[in-house]
């Protein structure tokens, strides 16, 4: 049987995943633009990185928000 899509475009996405996919598409600098946070700022890992944003829920929904945005925009 068939199952509709999910409508959360987040669905399936782990954090981990999002992270990285963003730091090879725009890189920390960039990041640290759009979400000035010091785990982007200074000596970034996605280690440190991880640890800040499930902490951090307004950080995790601005970057969750970036992902979405950027895949929204690269669909044909």
């Excluded at 475009?9 to 990041?31: N, S, Y």
Aim: aromatic share 10%.
């Amino acid at each position: 049987m068939n199952q509709p899509p999910h409508r959360d475009p987040l669905h399936g996405i782990t954090l981990e995943r999002l992270l990285t996919e963003l730091v090879e598409e725009f890189g920390w600098r960039d990041l640290a633009h759009q979400v000035p946070v010091r785990c982007f700022m200074f000596d970034p890992t996605i280690k440190s990185s991880l640890t800040f944003l499930r902490k951090t829920p307004w950080a995790r929904a601005k970057v969750e928000e970036i992902y979405v945005r950027w895949k929204r925009s690269s669909r044909p």
